[in-house]
């Protein structure tokens, strides 16, 4: 078992050590020959886990992402025990959540977010940044799994701890106010949604966030034309125009400019 234990805590350590050049599929089946040896014994939970992890991590690295999410997957769902250190257990998490996103994995991203999200509070290694961060990812992965009650949730407890950390007029709530706002809008509380999203414009505006202000003008244009305000909707549209071409934005203002345009066919067609 010492001998197990000593060679899996040497792949680690190599694995681990951003300097070190090794074979990606030597490493591989030395980690295939541990796994069949903790496999056979029943004390050897604890390195058979690491061994899968280890193996996700490396298979990641060879661009096999979805082999490497299976294998992440597998080396978590065993019992982790007391005696892993919390920095890594929340690492490990965050890592299966990143990989699952890039593979659009939306419900195994918001799952382990949601476990480094927690991990985090009390893991020592993580500044109120670093947690902030892990949240918001959490809630963004929520909302693209379509699970929004549970999104909005999580970003409005979030976003007032975002607004007691940095201040309630700073830039860094900028995200976390747009991910909230769509999730409203998701959840059809159109009104909600738009004062978070004039809330975030002023934001920008207070930065002069040229491209961010523009966006938002296009989302505040869609939100007051489903909420029965066309003109409202036109003065959105006219000031993205405006604004692009004071920004010199080539390629966004020629779409600025059809959006506008179509916006005003439309309208035309209205009885």
Known sequence: ????????????????DSSARFSASQIIT??????QTARARSDAQP???????????????????????????????????????????????YFLASLATDLKDFQTAAEHYGKAAELAKTAPGFETNQRLG?????????????RFAEAYEVNSALLA????HFGVDDHH?????????????????????ERHLQRCLRLARAREDGEREQDLLYQLAVLAGEQGRPMEARGYLTERVERLEKLGITGRLEAA??????FDRRQAKTP
């Open 30 to 35: 030395d980690l295939q020959q541990l796994e």
């Open 257 to 262: 400019r059809r959006g506008l345009e179509h």
């Open 173 to 193: 709530l900028s995200t976390v106010l747009i991910n909230t706002a769509q999730n409203l809008y998701a959840l059809g509380r159109l009104p909600e949604a």
């Open 161 to 164: 701890d975002a607004e007691r």
């Open 47 to 93: 390195e058979l886990r690491q061994i899968l992890i280890l193996m996700g991590v490396v298979e990641c690295q060879r661009g096999e992402a979805a082999k490497a999410r299976d294998l992440l997957r597998a080396g978590l769902d065993i019992e982790a025990g007391e005696s892993l250190d919390p920095n890594q257990l929340t690492r490990d998490h």
């Open 134 to 146: 892990i949240r918001e990812k959490h809630g963004f992965a929520l909302c693209e799994a379509k």
């Open 1 to 16: 078992m010492t001998q197990l234990r000593e060679r899996v805590a040497a792949l680690r350590a190599l694995v681990h």
